[in-house]
């Protein structure tokens, strides 16, 4: 696939326009997606981009089309991102295409920018947080593009407890981040090699705690 190209678009998936309705199908330039969140966690994306540079573009699409980007259409037609952030950095990361297929899960482009900060608060569409788990911070600070994304390494040891089965993948809004939070003053993670995985294993252990029982995707 030449770097630049869209993903395949077929069936009822159209260009964006800041006028379609909730539930449609269409593509976006990544480079146009608002994040709703601070930070990533950059090893997450690293192992997905290289997962994707290693797909054919039907294989592809197909990974994109099973974790759906999501977004809500906004004041002044901008496509807020709500959730696939790691997604959209790594398609980027891997230089396999610079738009993708997303789901509009709302539009308010008709609301002033109060209402509708107010109305993704209601609706957890929003994490004001960055990446030393500090907030809320105000919305004006939110990166305007993915690419501005910064690192969260315990963002990252949450998505690596969850693959080892530490935690039952949840589909709430910003659940990981829950659990990085959780991990962020239990944890240590150093910057020597080896020391994500000692993390990881120390993590794993405190997943399964009665201290944690209450967060998203609890597993005893």
């Given amino acids: 696939m030449v770097?630049?190209?869209?993903?395949?678009?077929?069936?009822?998936?159209?260009?964006y326009d800041p006028?379609?309705?909730?539930?449609?199908?269409?593509?976006?330039?990544?480079?146009?997606?608002?994040?709703?969140?601070?930070?990533?966690?950059?090893?997450?994306?690293?192992?997905?981009?290289?997962?994707?540079?290693?797909?054919?573009?039907?294989?592809?699409?197909?990974?994109?089309?099973?974790?759906?980007?999501l977004i809500v259409i906004g004041p002044g037609d901008q496509p807020y991102l709500i959730?696939?952030?790691?997604?959209?950095?790594?398609?980027?990361?891997?230089?396999v295409t610079s738009s993708v297929e997303v789901r509009v899960e709302a539009n308010w482009r008709h609301l002033s920018p109060a209402e509708f900060w107010t109305k993704m608060k209601e609706h957890g569409w929003v994490y004001l947080y960055n990446n030393r788990g500090q907030g809320p911070l105000d919305v004006e600070k939110l990166p305007k593009t993915v690419t501005e994304l910064t690192d969260d390494p315990y963002r990252a040891l949450a998505w690596a407890v969850r693959k080892r089965g530490g935690?039952?993948?949840?589909?709430?809004?910003?659940d990981e981040f829950k659990w990085a939070n959780?991990?962020?003053?239990?944890?240590?993670?150093?910057?020597?090699?080896?020391?994500f995985d000692r993390a990881v294993e120390a993590a794993l252990k405190i997943s399964h705690s009665p201290e944690a029982r209450d967060l998203p995707g609890y597993e005893r």
Avoid: M, N
């Fill in 182 to 195: 959780f991990f962020r003053s239990r944890v240590p993670i150093g910057s020597q090699p080896g020391d």
């Fill in 19 to 69: 006028v379609l309705p909730a539930k449609s199908l269409c593509q976006v330039a990544i480079a146009r997606l608002r994040p709703t969140q601070f930070a990533v966690g950059y090893r997450e994306v690293d192992e997905r981009a290289k997962q994707i540079a290693q797909k054919s573009p039907k294989k592809l699409k197909a990974y994109v089309e099973e974790r759906l980007p």
């Fill in 167 to 174: 935690l039952d993948k949840t589909h709430g809004s910003f």
């Fill in 3 to 15: 770097w630049g190209t869209p993903l395949v678009v077929a069936g009822d998936v159209v260009p």
């Fill in 83 to 95: 959730d696939g952030h790691h997604l959209a950095l790594a398609l980027l990361k891997a230089r």
